[in-house]
């Protein structure tokens, strides 16, 4: 039984296209009516999710992100997906207010380290994402170990991130291996780019497989939730 997919975009823009892209190029199709059928909502109006984790006097996401599924739902989404590692603090909310499945995204993730058997893994993520320690249970619950970035590196993380990819603006390659070699001194077996901006820069600079990419994570969750194929041998 094929499904809709529909995808809570906006969070960021730049990474909803490019997950829209990576599910074309990671489904098994030799033609257009192959291909997953999908309903994308690049809603740029959602609040930022770190600000409002960090303070919450800021503005709430959540009624946005509920608003998004039961819009998509009634466009004929069968299945939601949401590229941000950081709004899946609020997913339980986000699962009770919407009318269909939402794919977790970091668990997913957590599944795809213990499958390539890392006992102890990196994350690279938001501030928020980091206070909300959904990452660092999904790992737990996984027999996995995270490692945190020290102030000064997720300093550089944020940075890439909001000054950066956020930005529109191109990652230099000396500032990413400042925050590699970092990780890689924590003796990480691998380091999970827990931020779908990271994502970019994995796309931009042609990363090793050092990493596990939570963008590229979700988009073959969602191609086997819809009920296609994945293709194995395209690799992003």
């Not at 994350?123 to 994402?129: E, K, Q, S, V």
Request: with cysteine; net charge negative.
């Amino acid at each position: 039984m094929r499904k809709t997919l529909g995808i809570i975009g906006g969070v960021g823009p730049l990474a909803t296209m490019f997950i829209g892209e990576m599910i074309v190029r990671r489904t098994l199709a030799t033609k257009d009516q192959e291909h997953v059928h999908t309903i994308i909502d690049n809603d740029t109006t959602i609040p930022d999710r770190t600000a409002y984790i960090l303070d919450n006097t800021k503005e709430n996401p959540v009624p946005y992100l509920v608003r998004d599924a039961k819009k998509l739902a009634n466009a004929g989404a069968e299945v939601i997906c949401i590229p941000c590692n950081t709004a899946h603090t609020f997913y339980d909310e986000l699962q009770l207010g919407s009318p269909v499945p939402v794919l977790h995204m970091i668990r997913e993730t957590a599944k795809r380290a213990a499958l390539v058997g890392a006992k102890r893994v990196g994350l690279l993520a938001t501030d928020g994402t980091l206070a909300s320690a959904v990452y660092q249970n999904a790992l737990i619950e996984q027999d996995i170990e995270p490692i945190i970035p020290d102030a000064i590196t997720q300093t550089l993380v944020m940075s890439v991130i909001y000054d950066y990819v956020k930005a529109g603006k191109e990652v230099p390659l000396h500032l990413w291996q400042r925050i590699e070699q970092a990780m890689l001194e924590s003796n990480c077996d691998k380091i999970i780019l827990g931020c779908t901006e990271l994502s970019i820069v994995n796309r931009d600079l042609k990363l090793n497989n050092h990493y596990i990419d939570s963008l590229l994570v979700l988009a073959d969750s969602a191609i086997v939730a819809c009920g296609y194929e994945l293709n194995h041998t395209v690799k992003i």
